[in-house]
């Protein structure tokens, strides 16, 4: 920590990460990555310290002033006084911008790892949940595809019925009004079949999709 002591630049500690409303370096603890914690909570302590000292040494020169208007003080010893505030003022605020500088840079830096790392995380998000879709395409296909190949076979029985009936027929072995309620029967379940097909096979194809990204 940064603390100016007749003339010199010393190091001092403190409370690093006070939150302060008007401060532009302050980040959430959150944002403070593990590689850049103890030099930001050093460099925070130092920020801290050297504002305060400046608007110390920034009161000292209004009441230097106030002095010399109440004739406590004659010019020489106002001119005197001045500059050594002056040059303390200088350096502290020298060493303030020093600060502010390597503050910037950290607290750039931190959030562009912070990015980077919000970045990685949504990538591995998004690759988990398509691998989840994949694995729940996978079951769901696995479930439909026997179901598809039993349409197959009922459309191969109800044919090989129509071919039975329509024999009969042929033969006379079967009366009209029969035949009729029959095949109107076997019209229909082929109407069925073809409506549960068609949705399955566009069920099957999404899936195969997914499956295959």
Do not use: C
């Amino acid at each position: 920590m940064y603390v100016v002591n007749d003339g010199l630049i010393l190091m001092s500690h403190g409370d690093g990460m006070r939150h302060d409303d008007d401060d532009p370096y302050y980040l959430e603890p959150r944002e403070v990555v593990s590689q850049y914690s103890v030099e930001w909570i050093a460099l925070r302590q130092s920020y801290g310290e050297v504002k305060a000292q400046l608007s110390t040494v920034q009161s000292q020169l209004t009441e230097l002033d106030l002095k010399l208007q109440k004739g406590e003080i004659d010019d020489d010893a106002h001119v005197e006084q001045y500059r050594e505030l002056w040059l303390t003022s200088t350096q502290i605020v020298q060493v303030k911008r020093e600060v502010e500088g390597r503050l910037y840079e950290i607290q750039r830096d931190i959030r562009a790892a912070n990015r980077k790392l919000k970045e990685l995380e949504a990538d591995r998000f998004r690759r988990e949940r398509i691998e989840q879709e994949k694995s729940n395409a996978m079951i769901e296909w696995m479930g439909l595809k026997p179901g598809f190949d039993l349409i197959a076979e009922k459309r191969k029985e109800i044919a090989l019925e129509m071919n039975k009936i329509e024999l009969q027929r042929r033969n006379n072995e079967i009366a009209d009004e029969d035949y009729r309620r029959l095949r109107v029967d076997q019209i229909r379940q082929l109407a069925q079949l073809r409506t549960v097909e068609t949705d399955v096979k566009g069920r099957l194809n999404e899936l195969l999709e997914i499956i295959r990204k």
